[in-house]
Protein backbone atom coordinates (compact mmCIF):
# COMPACT_ATOMS: atom_id res chain seq x y z
CA UNK A 1 0.00 0.00 0.00
CA UNK A 2 2.58 2.36 0.86
CA UNK A 3 4.29 2.13 -2.31
CA UNK A 4 1.00 2.66 -4.50
CA UNK A 5 1.04 5.37 -2.59
CA UNK A 6 4.21 6.89 -3.41
CA UNK A 7 3.79 5.89 -7.15
CA UNK A 8 0.12 7.59 -6.86
CA UNK A 9 1.29 10.92 -5.57
CA UNK A 10 4.53 10.70 -7.78
CA UNK A 11 2.15 10.25 -10.79
CA UNK A 12 -0.14 12.61 -9.79
CA UNK A 13 2.66 15.34 -9.19
CA UNK A 14 4.39 14.41 -12.64
CA UNK A 15 1.00 15.41 -14.11
CA UNK A 16 0.47 18.58 -12.99
CA UNK A 17 4.04 19.66 -13.73
CA UNK A 18 3.70 18.56 -17.49
CA UNK A 19 0.82 21.68 -17.04
CA UNK A 20 3.34 24.71 -15.96
CA UNK A 21 5.42 25.60 -18.51
CA UNK A 22 8.78 25.91 -18.55
CA UNK A 23 8.86 22.10 -16.65
CA UNK A 24 11.40 19.72 -18.50
CA UNK A 25 10.49 15.83 -19.36
CA UNK A 26 13.55 14.05 -17.83
CA UNK A 27 12.71 10.68 -17.44
CA UNK A 28 10.90 7.62 -19.28
CA UNK A 29 8.03 8.32 -16.49
CA UNK A 30 7.63 11.82 -18.70
CA UNK A 31 8.42 14.11 -15.78
CA UNK A 32 11.43 15.87 -13.82
CA UNK A 33 11.02 13.31 -10.97
CA UNK A 34 13.62 11.24 -10.21
CA UNK A 35 12.82 7.12 -10.29
CA UNK A 36 14.05 5.26 -7.62
CA UNK A 37 13.80 1.71 -7.33
CA UNK A 38 14.68 -0.10 -4.27
CA UNK A 39 14.51 -3.63 -2.33
CA UNK A 40 14.97 -2.33 1.08
CA UNK A 41 12.65 -2.90 3.77
CA UNK A 42 10.57 -0.37 5.49
CA UNK A 43 13.10 1.25 7.36
CA UNK A 44 15.27 1.39 5.18
CA UNK A 45 13.17 3.24 3.05
CA UNK A 46 11.92 5.32 5.82
CA UNK A 47 15.25 6.40 6.20
CA UNK A 48 15.92 7.17 3.04
CA UNK A 49 12.94 9.60 2.57
CA UNK A 50 13.50 11.49 5.51
CA UNK A 51 17.28 12.21 4.61
CA UNK A 52 15.81 13.77 1.15
CA UNK A 53 13.13 15.13 2.33
CA UNK A 54 14.74 17.50 4.95
CA UNK A 55 17.65 18.50 2.51
CA UNK A 56 15.12 19.36 -0.46
CA UNK A 57 14.19 16.80 -2.62
CA UNK A 58 11.15 16.42 -1.29
CA UNK A 59 8.25 15.90 -4.12
CA UNK A 60 11.32 15.36 -6.86
CA UNK A 61 11.39 11.53 -6.96
CA UNK A 62 9.01 8.33 -6.79
CA UNK A 63 10.20 5.31 -4.45
CA UNK A 64 8.93 1.97 -5.85
CA UNK A 65 9.95 -1.07 -4.10
CA UNK A 66 10.63 -4.85 -5.06
CA UNK A 67 11.46 -8.52 -3.72
CA UNK A 68 15.20 -8.57 -4.36
CA UNK A 69 14.66 -11.23 -7.07
CA UNK A 70 12.55 -9.45 -8.80
CA UNK A 71 14.65 -6.33 -8.48
CA UNK A 72 17.86 -8.11 -9.62
CA UNK A 73 15.92 -9.77 -12.88
CA UNK A 74 15.07 -5.96 -14.00
CA UNK A 75 18.03 -5.18 -13.49
CA UNK A 76 20.05 -7.66 -15.54
CA UNK A 77 17.45 -7.75 -18.02
CA UNK A 78 16.41 -4.35 -18.66
CA UNK A 79 20.03 -3.00 -18.02
CA UNK A 80 20.26 1.03 -18.77
CA UNK A 81 16.97 0.42 -20.63
CA UNK A 82 15.57 0.31 -16.53
CA UNK A 83 13.17 3.11 -15.91
CA UNK A 84 14.97 4.30 -12.54
CA UNK A 85 17.78 6.65 -12.13
CA UNK A 86 18.82 6.08 -9.08
CA UNK A 87 18.76 2.06 -7.59
CA UNK A 88 19.46 1.04 -3.97
CA UNK A 89 20.13 -2.64 -4.09
CA UNK A 90 22.03 -5.73 -2.85
CA UNK A 91 25.63 -5.18 -3.55
CA UNK A 92 26.44 -8.26 -5.41
CA UNK A 93 23.89 -8.09 -7.51
CA UNK A 94 24.58 -4.62 -8.50
CA UNK A 95 28.01 -6.07 -9.54
CA UNK A 96 26.65 -8.72 -11.35
CA UNK A 97 24.52 -6.16 -13.42
CA UNK A 98 27.76 -3.99 -14.13
CA UNK A 99 29.42 -6.59 -15.45
CA UNK A 100 26.77 -7.92 -17.57
CA UNK A 101 25.66 -4.50 -18.72
CA UNK A 102 28.13 -1.94 -17.93
CA UNK A 103 24.87 0.08 -16.40
CA UNK A 104 25.81 2.49 -13.61
CA UNK A 105 27.79 5.85 -13.27
CA UNK A 106 31.37 6.25 -11.16
CA UNK A 107 29.99 8.18 -8.11
CA UNK A 108 31.27 12.00 -8.18
CA UNK A 109 31.26 12.15 -4.78
CA UNK A 110 33.50 10.54 -1.90
CA UNK A 111 32.73 7.58 -0.20
CA UNK A 112 34.73 6.70 2.83
CA UNK A 113 33.62 3.30 3.50
CA UNK A 114 36.14 1.33 6.45
CA UNK A 115 36.46 -1.54 3.16
CA UNK A 116 37.08 -0.92 -0.53
CA UNK A 117 33.84 -0.92 -2.97
CA UNK A 118 33.44 -0.32 -6.89
CA UNK A 119 33.58 3.11 -7.78
CA UNK A 120 29.37 3.18 -8.85
CA UNK A 121 28.25 2.02 -5.33
CA UNK A 122 27.94 3.20 -2.10
CA UNK A 123 26.70 0.69 0.52
CA UNK A 124 23.73 2.42 2.24
CA UNK A 125 22.81 -1.07 5.31
CA UNK A 126 24.96 -4.00 6.45
CA UNK A 127 22.15 -6.62 7.22
CA UNK A 128 23.00 -10.06 9.11
CA UNK A 129 21.20 -13.52 9.91
CA UNK A 130 20.12 -14.98 13.20
CA UNK A 131 18.19 -17.37 14.73
CA UNK A 132 14.90 -15.86 16.24
CA UNK A 133 12.95 -17.29 18.93
CA UNK A 134 9.29 -16.87 20.43
CA UNK A 135 10.14 -17.71 23.73
CA UNK A 136 6.85 -18.16 25.31
CA UNK A 137 5.69 -20.99 22.48
CA UNK A 138 9.36 -22.64 22.79
CA UNK A 139 8.40 -22.91 26.58
CA UNK A 140 4.88 -24.16 26.25
CA UNK A 141 6.22 -26.89 23.79
CA UNK A 142 9.27 -27.97 26.15
CA UNK A 143 11.89 -26.75 23.47
CA UNK A 144 15.43 -26.94 23.66
CA UNK A 145 16.61 -23.12 23.18
CA UNK A 146 18.88 -23.44 19.82
CA UNK A 147 22.46 -22.39 19.62
CA UNK A 148 23.27 -23.57 16.30
CA UNK A 149 21.51 -23.63 12.98
CA UNK A 150 22.51 -27.17 12.85
CA UNK A 151 20.34 -27.25 16.23
CA UNK A 152 17.15 -26.39 13.57
CA UNK A 153 17.39 -29.87 11.90
CA UNK A 154 16.96 -31.90 14.89
CA UNK A 155 13.49 -33.96 14.52
CA UNK A 156 12.82 -32.65 17.81
CA UNK A 157 11.71 -29.16 16.11
CA UNK A 158 9.48 -30.77 13.73
CA UNK A 159 6.35 -28.25 12.54
CA UNK A 160 8.27 -25.41 14.62
CA UNK A 161 10.58 -23.78 12.14
CA UNK A 162 10.29 -21.32 9.61
CA UNK A 163 12.95 -20.12 7.05
CA UNK A 164 12.87 -18.20 3.61
CA UNK A 165 13.31 -19.51 0.02
CA UNK A 166 16.50 -18.54 -1.59
CA UNK A 167 14.62 -18.51 -5.04
CA UNK A 168 12.39 -15.28 -3.94
CA UNK A 169 14.72 -13.63 -0.80
CA UNK A 170 18.27 -12.93 -0.30
CA UNK A 171 17.56 -13.74 3.84
CA UNK A 172 17.75 -17.03 2.73
CA UNK A 173 20.93 -16.69 1.53
CA UNK A 174 22.59 -15.55 5.04
CA UNK A 175 21.38 -18.99 6.14
CA UNK A 176 23.12 -21.02 3.71
CA UNK A 177 26.34 -19.01 3.44
CA UNK A 178 26.79 -20.01 7.16
CA UNK A 179 26.05 -23.78 6.85
CA UNK A 180 28.58 -23.90 3.58
CA UNK A 181 30.85 -22.13 5.55
CA UNK A 182 30.50 -24.36 8.67
CA UNK A 183 29.79 -27.95 7.07
CA UNK A 184 31.06 -27.25 3.64
CA UNK A 185 28.66 -28.00 0.50
CA UNK A 186 27.54 -31.26 0.98
CA UNK A 187 27.02 -31.69 4.72
CA UNK A 188 25.34 -28.21 3.94
CA UNK A 189 22.83 -29.46 1.68
CA UNK A 190 22.03 -32.25 3.94
CA UNK A 191 21.64 -29.88 6.78
CA UNK A 192 19.33 -27.79 4.90
CA UNK A 193 16.92 -30.24 3.56
CA UNK A 194 16.22 -31.67 7.76
CA UNK A 195 15.72 -27.99 8.09
CA UNK A 196 13.05 -27.81 5.19
CA UNK A 197 11.76 -31.36 6.21
CA UNK A 198 11.15 -29.67 10.20
CA UNK A 199 9.29 -26.17 8.29
CA UNK A 200 7.40 -28.08 5.97
CA UNK A 201 4.97 -25.73 4.96
CA UNK A 202 6.98 -22.85 5.90
CA UNK A 203 9.45 -21.96 3.81
CA UNK A 204 8.25 -18.47 3.29
CA UNK A 205 8.61 -16.40 0.14
CA UNK A 206 9.63 -12.95 2.10
CA UNK A 207 12.58 -12.11 4.23
CA UNK A 208 10.07 -10.68 7.26
CA UNK A 209 7.82 -13.98 6.83
CA UNK A 210 9.99 -16.32 9.47
CA UNK A 211 9.56 -13.57 11.97
CA UNK A 212 5.94 -12.64 11.10
CA UNK A 213 4.99 -16.54 12.03
CA UNK A 214 7.22 -16.11 15.44
CA UNK A 215 5.10 -12.99 16.42
CA UNK A 216 2.17 -14.49 15.29
CA UNK A 217 2.82 -17.88 17.80
CA UNK A 218 2.31 -20.11 14.72
CA UNK A 219 5.92 -21.54 14.59
CA UNK A 220 8.83 -20.83 18.22
CA UNK A 221 11.84 -21.01 15.63
CA UNK A 222 12.65 -18.95 12.54
CA UNK A 223 15.30 -17.77 10.23
CA UNK A 224 15.23 -13.86 9.63
CA UNK A 225 17.30 -10.61 9.97
CA UNK A 226 18.94 -10.31 13.09
CA UNK A 227 17.70 -6.54 13.25
CA UNK A 228 14.50 -6.95 13.16
CA UNK A 229 14.32 -9.24 15.74
CA UNK A 230 16.30 -6.98 18.14
CA UNK A 231 13.42 -4.32 17.45
CA UNK A 232 10.89 -7.16 19.04
CA UNK A 233 12.62 -7.45 21.68
CA UNK A 234 13.08 -4.11 22.55
CA UNK A 235 9.26 -3.31 22.28
CA UNK A 236 8.25 -6.02 24.53
CA UNK A 237 7.32 -8.92 22.24
CA UNK A 238 8.31 -12.69 23.47
CA UNK A 239 10.65 -12.60 20.64
CA UNK A 240 14.81 -13.36 21.46
CA UNK A 241 17.54 -14.05 18.78
CA UNK A 242 20.60 -16.19 18.88
CA UNK A 243 23.40 -15.69 17.10
CA UNK A 244 24.23 -19.08 15.43
CA UNK A 245 27.55 -20.65 16.52
CA UNK A 246 28.30 -21.04 12.43
CA UNK A 247 28.42 -17.00 12.75
CA UNK A 248 26.07 -14.23 11.40
CA UNK A 249 27.00 -13.50 8.23
CA UNK A 250 26.26 -10.30 6.03
CA UNK A 251 24.86 -8.62 3.19
CA UNK A 252 25.32 -5.19 2.11
CA UNK A 253 22.90 -2.65 -0.10
CA UNK A 254 23.91 -0.06 -1.90
CA UNK A 255 22.93 2.52 -4.02
CA UNK A 256 24.04 3.20 -7.86
CA UNK A 257 23.18 5.95 -10.44
CA UNK A 258 22.19 4.35 -13.47
CA UNK A 259 23.47 6.03 -16.78
CA UNK A 260 20.76 7.30 -18.36
CA UNK A 261 21.85 10.07 -19.90
CA UNK A 262 22.50 13.66 -19.05
CA UNK A 263 18.53 14.71 -18.34
CA UNK A 264 18.92 12.74 -14.75
CA UNK A 265 22.25 12.41 -14.42
CA UNK A 266 23.10 15.50 -11.84
CA UNK A 267 20.05 15.23 -9.68
CA UNK A 268 20.31 11.72 -9.40
CA UNK A 269 23.61 11.71 -7.86
CA UNK A 270 22.69 14.44 -5.85
CA UNK A 271 20.11 12.27 -4.71
CA UNK A 272 22.69 9.40 -4.16
CA UNK A 273 25.13 11.41 -2.43
CA UNK A 274 21.94 13.31 0.19
CA UNK A 275 21.43 9.45 0.73
CA UNK A 276 24.64 8.68 1.72
CA UNK A 277 25.99 12.04 3.87
CA UNK A 278 22.52 11.95 5.48
CA UNK A 279 20.41 9.11 5.74
CA UNK A 280 23.53 6.95 7.77
CA UNK A 281 22.84 8.44 10.83
CA UNK A 282 19.52 6.97 11.07
CA UNK A 283 19.90 3.38 9.24
CA UNK A 284 22.87 2.75 11.66
CA UNK A 285 20.19 2.61 14.32
CA UNK A 286 18.87 0.07 12.99
CA UNK A 287 21.67 -1.76 11.18
CA UNK A 288 24.13 -1.65 13.39
CA UNK A 289 27.10 -2.25 11.60
CA UNK A 290 29.63 0.53 10.69
CA UNK A 291 30.62 1.00 6.88
CA UNK A 292 31.99 4.02 6.83
CA UNK A 293 34.86 5.54 8.42
CA UNK A 294 34.01 6.91 11.61
CA UNK A 295 30.91 5.47 12.90
CA UNK A 296 30.29 3.60 15.81
CA UNK A 297 27.57 0.85 16.56
CA UNK A 298 25.85 0.22 20.20
CA UNK A 299 28.12 -2.85 21.33
CA UNK A 300 24.83 -4.03 22.56
CA UNK A 301 23.26 -4.30 19.02
CA UNK A 302 26.40 -6.19 17.75
CA UNK A 303 26.41 -9.55 16.89
CA UNK A 304 28.74 -12.08 18.78
CA UNK A 305 29.70 -14.40 15.62
CA UNK A 306 30.04 -11.66 11.95
CA UNK A 307 31.57 -13.60 9.98
CA UNK A 308 32.24 -12.70 5.81
CA UNK A 309 31.93 -16.18 3.31
CA UNK A 310 35.50 -17.24 1.93
CA UNK A 311 34.08 -15.95 -1.75
CA UNK A 312 33.57 -12.81 -2.82
CA UNK A 313 29.44 -12.65 -2.83
CA UNK A 314 28.56 -12.68 -6.90
CA UNK A 315 25.39 -13.62 -8.52
CA UNK A 316 26.99 -16.40 -9.73
CA UNK A 317 28.03 -17.84 -6.28
CA UNK A 318 23.88 -17.25 -5.13
CA UNK A 319 22.78 -19.29 -8.33
CA UNK A 320 25.14 -21.67 -6.92
CA UNK A 321 23.72 -22.06 -3.43
CA UNK A 322 19.91 -21.40 -5.09
CA UNK A 323 20.70 -24.71 -6.65
CA UNK A 324 22.21 -26.29 -3.54
CA UNK A 325 18.60 -25.17 -1.69
CA UNK A 326 16.29 -26.91 -4.17
CA UNK A 327 18.36 -29.97 -4.20
CA UNK A 328 17.94 -30.12 -0.72
CA UNK A 329 14.40 -29.65 -1.16
CA UNK A 330 13.99 -33.08 -2.56
Request: charged share 20%; glycine share 8%.
Amino acid sequence: MKRKRHLALGLSLAFALTLLPGCSQGNAAGSDQIIIYSNADEEAVAAMENALDSNGYEGQYIFQTYGTSELGGKLMAEGTDLEADLVTMSTFYLQSAQTENNMFLPLEFEVNTLEEVPDYTAPITSQEGAIIVNTQLLEEEGLPMPTSLKDLADPVYEGQVAVTDIQSSSTAWLLIQALVDAYGEEEAEQVLAAIYENAGAHIETSGSGPLKLCRAGEVAIGFGLRHQAVADKAEGLPIDYVDPQEGNFSLTESVAVVDKGEETKDLAMEMAQCIIDNAREELIQTYPNPLYEGETADPQNQSAYPKTFAEPLTFELFQQHQALSERAKG
